[in-house]
T-cell receptor
Framework: AQSVTQLGSHVSVSEGALVLLRCNYS??????LFWYVQYPNQGLQLLLK??????LVKGINGFEAEFKKSETSFHLTKPSAHMSDAAEYFC????????????FGKGTTLSVSS | DTAVSQTPKYLVTQMGNDKSIKCEQN?????MYWYKQDSKKFLKIMFS???????INETVPNRFSPKSPDKAHLNLHINSLELGDSAVYFC??????????????FGPGTRLTVT
């Protein structure tokens, strides 16, 4: 069975500081990994995805993530936080077959202070 | 030009009532899903449909019944609503046959409050 663990339910950074949100996964098959962002009272928006191509994946809004098989990790980073990055971030894993469910982590709330 | 839409956005109702949430996607996708987000923001799959046929039916009370009249629509009907059904329900869709089929596109959610 697949699972996702997001370390840190709440991360606080200052504007301009590095953002690091941690995600570890468990999967018996090669995983497909995703980061989604949820702004207050909105749906989920895809930030980036890993689908077995390049291990360093670039997404929208300056975010990127690196797939590390040896560490079973897919951490999300952004070099310089912006106030508008404050949101809930979800890491998710899929078996990669069309139509299968996304298995989500419990989410990390990112707060950005000025 | 909304990709995945849900109605209503907010739904407040009393225990014991029956209610429906509608979902439509205009992306031409073949697969649609319902997820439930609880008060702690945890997201869990409920159902998925591929071209109007049920693929995934997680351990969900049979008071919940999805209906897919065509591949662009997936509605969720809930009978005899209970307090524990209060949550945000998200509809999503994904295409088939390409690498992009592994990602899902989410609607804005329906916040259901049962009193």
């Amino acid at each position: 069975a697949q699972s996702v663990t997001q370390l840190g339910s709440h991360v606080s950074v200052s504007e301009g500081a590095l953002v690091l949100l941690r995600c570890n996964y468990s999967s018996s098959v090669p995983p497909y990994l995703f980061w989604y962002v949820q702004y207050p009272n909105q749906g989920l928006q895809l930030l980036l995805k890993y689908t077995s191509a390049a291990t360093l994946v670039k997404g929208i809004n300056g975010f990127e993530a690196e797939f590390k098989k040896s560490e079973t990790s897919f951490h999300l980073t952004k070099p310089s936080a912006h106030m508008s990055d404050a949101a809930e971030y979800f890491c998710a894993v899929s078996e990669g077959q069309a139509g299968t469910a996304l298995i989500f982590g419990k989410g990390t709330t990112l707060s950005v202070s000025s | 030009d909304t990709a995945v839409s849900q109605t209503p956005k907010y739904l407040v109702t009393q225990m014991g009532n029956d209610k429906s949430i509608k979902c439509e996607q205009n992306l031409g996708h073949d697969t649609m899903y319902w997820y439930k987000q609880d008060s702690k923001k945890f997201l869990k799959i409920m159902f998925s449909y591929n071209n109007k046929e049920l693929i995934i039916n997680e351990t969900v009370p049979n008071r919940f019944s999805p209906k897919s009249p065509d591949k662009a629509h997936l509605n969720l009907h809930i009978n005899s609503l209970e307090l524990g059904d209060s949550a945000v329900y998200f509809c999503a869709s994904s295409p088939l046959g390409t690498l992009s089929s592994y990602e899902q596109y989410f609607g804005p959610g329906t916040r259901l409050t049962v009193t």
